[in-house]
């Protein structure tokens, strides 16, 4: 059992209130996991020739910080770019001019215990262990701008509770995917992805689900096209919840055997897992409040 939250705003007034609006969405799922928790947030495009990259430094202890601006240092005199890093805690967000793969390549081989959350023009991501409401503290959630966001919350029960294996997931650029569910042939998704260079980082079902649609965007579909293959070849019980620079998308299993809710009205689009987590949200009252059937696929525009 987990939790989902996602939120999209349509006013842009809003989006200097994303992150306050969304922690109490995502405390409020706090019951439907409680062991760690995570949020992809998406912002203002930067140039095309700029990426941002989220990264985690594992150094959790009382005390302990990651060296951040000796990392920058390093890899402006190393590499061919000019970065900047903005650290949180454990965590920060690289911007670069230049070669995203060859950085990639370089934080690789330098700093291999380093983990890529990861990476695009627009996209920030932010995963730990602890409860929802630490999580959302330590990494100032509240503070968040942006123009919608993709949370979540997660009991763990086919793997460990790390923050590698927290949600969001992500692949490539700028997509990510949140799950509450279970899928019964993760490791036959795979075997078809390997063979075509998709390297895996976990052992969770939910990235072979993440990994499989982004594949198919990267092949060219839309993502209504990647989701109707992912009823396809995805066998299980799921509700999937998925960020991309401009668009939420949400599907369920055709049982929709996991909970889903949708509140929409001329300021936003708001989901959860259950409604406690949007009844804070302002001018509820007059939201279409709906369940979304099920193997069908909702995708709104940023």
Same mark, same amino acid.
């Given at each position: 059992?987990?939790?989902?939250?996602?939120?999209? =705003?349509?006013?842009?007034?809003?989006?200097?209130?994303?992150?306050?609006?969304?922690?109490?969405?995502?405390?409020?799922?706090?019951?439907?996991?409680?062991?760690?928790?995570?949020?992809?947030?998406?912002?203002?495009?930067?140039? &095309?020739?700029?990426?941002?990259?989220?990264?985690?430094?594992?150094?959790?202890?009382?005390?302990?910080?990651?060296?951040?601006?000796?990392?920058?240092?390093?890899?402006?005199?190393?590499?061919?770019? $000019?970065?900047?890093?903005?650290?949180?805690?454990?965590?920060? =967000?690289?911007?670069?001019?230049?070669?995203?793969?060859? =950085?990639?390549?370089?934080?690789? @081989? $330098?700093y291999p215990k380093l983990y890529l959350l990861s990476t695009?023009? !627009?996209?920030?991501?932010?995963?730990?262990?602890? !409860?929802?409401?630490?999580?959302?503290?330590?990494?100032?959630?509240?503070?968040?701008?942006? !123009?919608?966001? =993709?949370?979540? $919350?997660?009991?763990?029960?086919? !793997? &460990?509770?790390?923050?590698?294996?927290?949600?969001?997931?992500?692949?490539?650029?700028?997509?990510?995917?949140?799950?509450?569910?279970?899928?019964?042939?993760?490791?036959?998704?795979?075997?078809?992805? @390997?063979?075509?260079?998709?390297?895996?980082?976990?052992?969770?079902?939910?990235?072979?689900?993440?990994?499989?649609? @982004?594949?198919?965007?990267?092949?060219?579909?839309?993502?209504?096209?990647?989701?109707?293959?992912?009823?396809?070849?995805?066998?299980?019980?799921?509700?999937?919840?998925?960020? $991309?620079?401009?668009?939420?998308?949400?599907?369920?299993?055709?049982?929709?055997?996991?909970?889903?809710?949708?509140?929409?009205?001329?300021?936003?689009? &708001?989901?959860?897992?259950?409604?406690?987590?949007?009844?804070?949200?302002?001018?509820?009252?007059?939201?279409?409040?709906?369940?979304?059937?099920?193997?069908?696929?909702?995708?709104?525009?940023?």
């Open positions: 059992m987990c939790g989902i939250v996602g939120l999209l =705003v349509k006013t842009p007034a809003l989006r200097e209130r994303l992150g306050e609006l969304m922690v109490p969405m995502l405390i409020g799922m706090t019951e439907r996991g409680p062991d760690s928790a995570g949020l992809a947030v998406f912002g203002k495009e930067l140039d &095309a020739s700029q990426r941002k990259l989220s990264l985690y430094s594992g150094f959790t202890e009382e005390g302990a910080q990651f060296p951040w601006q000796a990392l920058l240092d390093k890899l402006n005199s190393a590499m061919d770019v $000019t970065a900047r890093i903005e650290a949180k805690s454990n965590h920060a =967000v690289l911007t670069l001019q230049g070669s995203a793969e060859n =950085v990639k390549a370089w934080l690789n @081989e $330098t695009g023009r !627009s996209i920030d991501l932010y995963k730990d262990i602890g !409860s929802p409401a630490e999580v959302a503290g330590r990494y100032d959630f509240s503070k968040l701008k942006g !123009s919608h966001l =993709v949370g979540h $919350t997660r009991m763990a029960t086919e !793997s &460990a509770v790390t923050p590698d294996r927290a949600h969001p997931f992500t692949a490539g650029e700028d997509f990510c995917l949140v799950h509450n569910g279970s899928l019964s042939n993760p490791y036959g998704v795979r075997r078809k992805l @390997e063979p075509l260079g998709i390297r895996f980082d976990t052992d969770n079902d939910t990235e072979a689900a993440c990994r499989f649609l @982004e594949w198919r965007l990267r092949e060219g579909d839309a993502l209504p096209e990647a989701l109707q293959k992912g009823f396809e070849e995805l066998d299980g019980f799921y509700t999937f919840l998925m960020g $991309t620079a401009n668009e939420l998308a949400l599907i369920r299993d055709p049982f929709a055997c996991k909970p889903a809710v949708v509140a929409e009205n001329d300021d936003y689009v &708001a989901i959860a897992s259950e409604f406690r987590s949007l009844a804070h949200l302002p001018d509820i009252r007059n939201a279409k409040v709906f369940e979304p059937a099920p193997e069908e696929m909702y995708v709104w525009k940023a």
